[in-house]
């Protein structure tokens, strides 16, 4: 290198000296963990493929439920046609997606030609006394339901004003209430479902984000760069820049993934339920971060214990197993341990937002089980702070727990 | 001045830096020679304050140096990595930035590095799409950010092929020539014969020799060859003098009264011709080896 170095320390006051405007190096280093999240390509592939698995499913359903029925059908009487434009008027009032499109025609077997040759998808006629749709091929459901409510109510009403009463009378008395002892939510298989995706997203989150602290963790220790940033800045620092940055992408991903989510609720027959779920859905993110900070710690320990990427199996099984029994407990349990599990950390993470989604939760609950995750958050924070310090220099092999709480500074 | 004194390091029930001493002076290059485990790494890790003493002091200027000196000292460490999978010029900026510059200093310092290292264009690439020579440069690079006063360099030679060795040794030179105090360490002891101007020899965690190489070399017994024209068995028997062993007519004899090599040197004249009479200058392997087996 026929290299001519900069003066060794004339440039100094102008580079590196003035603190003004010195960034923290916590937040340089949350910044990395983001910027190099953000550029990593399996990390952009997996949420977009996410993103595109959820989106495709409510718009499958969205599609199936908003598709609208239109029907070309021809009458060849000004009663037929009366009929149809009140069924049509009749289903335009109620919200639905039949569409009646009414053309005359001039016989009932030009009709028919015209049905069989698809100009038409149906004929309505009159047959002495009673009505008849005329299709082609098979019988289409959705029409016949219009029309059949249009004759019915036509019907109920000729026969209200013979009895001289109305026929919202008639319909009242011919109608049966039903009232649900358990409540609506309880019953409701959407809500049981909304429950088991929080519960799913918590924990492939929690995994995900938390390997990547273990893996940033290792990668350091691994190629000793973690000695260069040790020299330079506090590894409190260090720790603090790649638990923020990697909250925030985990936050970050989840709050998309629970946008996108009920933006494809709303385009469904289950939007009523937003209100609900939104709801729920706030306090799961709440949650979910209070959660995530406890185990945060724990993950950077499990990495500063392993040697290389390939020890991290063993030395994060506890908290994987945790998860995994956090997961389950949460999604299985039932009434009086549901309850109580609620107020576990990192299992409230899952119970407590399921409790919120079935109803029936008092308004301290929700806050005195985040106040006891965040307790637990200090301590594991103080805790897997000290292994992850004290185990990050250690390069001869992968460290037991006892032996990485054994090591001094 | 770098002044590291009576440090002390235990690791279990090992004794890992025994009441180790030694400075390094501005404009100079130390080398750190030891055995696999003699203490090296473990010394300049406690010097960069990423590990604690048990004992002892890292002194700079006189003082006990802080986390604000340490901020002046430039470290590579051993087995060197930083970031295998991000970008070059990306990773030495956020290291710049971790030294507090602001982003356009940092940009614009990575860059002219690298320009100077004739890296400017791989400053895109992975660090690990480069060849390791050119990896190596790059940690150099991470090292001069700070604009050290101080380099901390553990084992900076080691994997690279003679090119890569004559580049790094002349960046070397030339930090310490713009008064750069530069402590490395290597296995390598042709280098460190080529390159130092000081050494300090560590084994089993204590410091066995330390001073300048003719400081080390004039430290031990001096030896001379002798050869002559004719048979030197005479010289069995002289008094003050030592014979390691006599060849025919060449002898290695080692003095051990001052003087009495002149004395040996005027016999031999007299009994006939003399082809060479000089003093064994050992090479630091030759140096190594005594001192270390001692």
Redesign the interface.
Known sequence: MTTQLAPARSQDSSLSGGTSGREPAWRLVALREIVVSLTDRNFLISTAITLVVLISTFGIQGFLAGRSHSYTVGVTTPAARAVLESAAAIEKAAGGNTVLTITDVATRSAGEAAVRSDTLDALFVEQGSAWQLVGHTTPEESLRSVVDTALQSRVLSSAATAMGTSSADLLAQSRTGYVLLASDAENSISFQITGLVFAMLFYMSSILFGMGIANSVVQEKQSRIVEILAAMIPLRSLLTGKIVGSGVLALGQLTLYVGVGLIGLSLTKFRDLIPAVAGAAGWFLLFFIVGFAALACLWAMAGAMATRSEDLQSTSAPISTSLMVALFAGIFLDGGPLKIISFVPIMSSVAMPRRLLLGAVMWWEPVLALALTAAFAVLTVYFGAGIYRRSLLQTRGRLSLRQAMALEE | MLTVSQLTRRFGPILALDDVSFTVTPGTLTGFVGANGAGKTTAM?II?????AHGGSVQWEGRVAT?AD??Q?G????????????KVA?QLV??A??????PP?AKS?VM??LD???LADRAKDKLEALSLGNQQ?VQIT???L????LLVLDEPFSGLDPNAVE??T??LR??AS???SVLFSSHQLDIVDRLCDTLVILAGGRVVADGTLDQLRTRGVARHRLVLGSDASWVRGRPGVEVERVDGSSAVIQILAPGAEQQLLAEALRRGEVHEFARIVPTLTDLYQEITAA
């Open positions: 890790r960069m304050g990423v590990l604690a986390a340490r901020a000292f470290y590579m460490p051993e087995e060197r990595g930083l970031y295998p999978k991000q990306d956020h290291l930035r971790l030294h507090g510059m602001p200093a310092l002219d590095l100077r290292f004739g440069r991470a090292a001069l700070g604009h050290p006063r580049q790094m002349e960046v030339d930090q713009r008064g750069v």
